[in-house]
């Protein structure tokens, strides 16, 4: 059987939510461009979550771990965008949903790179910051193999004071941290309150290639760690569809749903574009284009979630 290669980071269910006589307006923060397309040409990428087993044959065990999180989470949703009621029982399966868009994204893998590449960087340059220490180890490896390496202790003690290494991570590493984490934290979402946003008419929820959104309270204090899910008073924001979000609150169980108004509409598709990696998605141009004019994200990078000082 054919293994599939075209990996979607962002459902195809999910985005056809998002869509508007079969199609999207994506802005692509990195070609500044505008386009129209259809879901099963957008936010993918070829065996993205392949990786290979100890024998070289490339595996496809995680595309179909999430398809079947998909499936399991869209019938939720589908009764949620419906303005029907769900059980507490019910959100076990878009709450494990929600952690891997969390984790399943390009932003996920290049935080765990950064981490990776800061850590590696760093250990070398400490380990080759002293001559005398380098010389000791180059003694030891010539008595060891019965040669020279090539290279002496100034020459890698220089060497490694500029940024002249380029590190590349493994896969494997973020798709495995991805599944850890994301089934780590699902059980946390199952606990929270959460609120369904229904728009009024003609309004639409937007989403992005990072679809999970930490809204902090007004008198967040700031500091060098950022915000978690957990820290108190921080809002989750995730939209469902164009018609509905979820917003996650603080530890309780009230699952209820509520007609929202424009102007919160209008906040939340703010926060998302805030979020976005490369990908702001909306049914329309007219609304994507007032939302990056807005926020201005064509005319600044996105950091990424994490950083390194």
């Not at 202790?153 to 493994?170: R, S, Y």
Request: charged share 30%.
């Amino acid at each position: 059987m054919t293994q599939p290669k075209r990996h979607h980071y962002l459902p195809k269910f999910y985005l056809e939510y998002f869509c508007k006589d079969g199609n999207l307006c994506v802005f692509d923060r990195k070609t500044k461009e505008f386009r129209n397309q259809t879901p099963v040409n957008t936010a993918l990428k070829s065996n993205y979550y392949s990786f290979k087993d100890s024998e070289g044959k490339k595996l496809t065990d995680i595309e179909q771990l999430l398809s079947q999180i998909e499936g399991n989470a869209k019938n939720v949703f589908e009764k949620a965008i419906n303005n029907e009621d769900i059980t507490a029982e019910e959100k076990e399966h878009p709450s494990l949903f929600i952690a891997f868009m969390m984790n399943r994204v390009p932003d996920f893998e290049k935080s765990v790179n950064k981490v990776y590449e800061h850590t590696i960087k760093s250990t070398l340059k400490m380990i080759y910051s002293d001559e005398k220490r380098v010389q000791t180890t180059l003694d030891e490896f010539e008595k060891e193999h019965g040669e020279k390496l090539g290279l002496s202790a100034e020459e890698l003690v220089e060497f490694h004071k500029g940024d002249n290494i380029k590190v590349i991570i493994d896969r494997i590493k973020s798709l495995q941290l991805m599944i850890d984490i994301s089934f780590k934290i699902f059980h946390f979402f199952t606990q929270m309150d959460w609120l369904f946003l229904h728009a009024p008419q003609e309004t639409s929820f937007i989403t992005s290639d990072n679809p999970v959104v930490l809204v902090p309270p007004e008198d967040f204090p700031k500091g060098p760690y950022g915000i978690g899910i957990l820290f108190k008073g921080v809002r989750k924001l995730f939209p469902i569809s164009q018609t509905t979000c979820l917003i996650m609150l603080d530890h309780g169980d009230l699952l209820a749903h509520h007609k929202t108004d424009k102007q919160t509409v209008r906040n939340i598709n703010l926060n998302v574009a805030l979020y976005t990696e490369r990908f702001l998605i909306g049914r329309d141009e007219l609304l994507i284009k007032n939302i990056v004019r807005k926020t201005k994200i064509n005319q600044w990078d996105y950091k990424g979630r994490i950083s390194i000082n």
